[in-house]
């Protein structure tokens, strides 16, 4: 069992997830190499990690085997503890990009299985989904994967969302409506767009949400918009910044009316003293700008 425990910045009083033993985390993101020949995510290194707790397999194959399209384990350097990996695509690449629409499908639907047994557990009050691409946004390992941690508050982020929404009505419907209007939109369904946010924090910062706010993350069923929609959104960035580390988010509250979004942030410089220790951010490219950018990577 891991020694994590949450502390408190004396400052903000923001939560810090102490995970020591993290120390420990093998670095499998080496430049100039792959990874492959020592990667515990792939088919056949199974039993390199914990146990699965769940597993897209569509060809009857036994837990912790080979055949599974999508795999979920703990973490074995949990930062939390519930704290659990997704290998994603049983072909090893560090890309979203080379995944298909149809194991991103599944995919999101085992993300959805995941987030409900988590946030099933007690003490859990929020299940936080994101992607690390690169290993200057985070990935120790290189093969394809998301995470889910486990926290026992809402994250502060996410807190302040919920109260600017409720003091001016929703933000993310706004930046929709604004997106709409000013040329922002990089690509959209029927159910879903793809945009840049007026006010980007950094570089080709981009979004992904249901075009209406009473959609239900946790209740959809039919991901094949939402599945097409993020492959176009990691080959855009990919083409438009010869395959950057980025970081890719999922916002959403449970239990609570919340207009959930994705939130993907190519990494095209470092955090540098004004981000990290005044939370202000400098940026030289606009929504606008962004958004063309992506649409013509798309496009190519």
């Known amino acids: ?29 080496v430049p100039g190499k792959d990874g492959a020949e020592l990667c515990p995510f792939c088919p056949g290194a199974e039993a390199q990690t914990p146990p699965e707790c769940d597993a897209v397999r569509l060809d009857g194959s036994a837990p912790d085997t080979p055949g599974w399209l999508a795999r979920a384990f703990p973490n074995r350097y949990p930062a939390s503890p519930a704290h659990e990996v997704i290998a994603e695509g049983p072909v090893h690449t560090a890309r979203p990009a080379a995944l298909d629409a149809t194991t991103v499908r599944h995919v999101l639907a085992l993300w959805r299985r995941r987030i409900a047994q988590v946030e099933s557990r007690p003490g859990i009050a929020h299940a936080f989904l994101f992607k690390n691409v690169g290993r200057e946004a985070g990935a120790s390992i290189a093969h394809n994967h998301s995470q889910l ?50 006010h980007p924090k950094l570089p080709l910062e981009t979004w992904l949400a249901p075009f209406d706010p009473a959609d239900e993350f946790d209740a959809a069923s039919d991901d094949a918009e939402l599945a097409t929609l993020l492959v176009e959104l990691f080959g855009a960035i990919d083409a438009a910044l010869h ?30 003293g004004l981000e990290l220790g005044a939370d202000a951010y400098i940026n030289s490219l606009d929504g606008v700008d962004g958004a063309r950018r992506l649409r013509e990577a798309r496009s190519r």
């Open 1 to 29: 069992m891991s020694n994590t425990r949450v502390e408190r910045d004396a400052s903000t009083g923001r939560p810090i997830l102490v995970a020591p033993h993290r120390r420990g985390r093998p670095m499998h993101t």
């Open 149 to 198: 941690l486990g926290m026992s508050e809402l994250p502060p982020r996410l807190a302040l969302e919920r109260e600017l929404d409720r003091r001016h009505g929703g933000h993310v419907a706004r930046e929709l409506e604004h997106a709409e209007r000013e040329r922002r939109i990089v690509g959209a369904t029927r159910r879903f767009a793809l945009f840049a946010p007026r």
């Open 243 to 272: 395959a950057p580390p980025f970081n890719l988010w999922l916002h959403r509250i449970p239990g609570e009316a919340f207009h959930w979004h994705f939130e993907c942030q190519p990494r095209t410089g470092f955090l540098a």
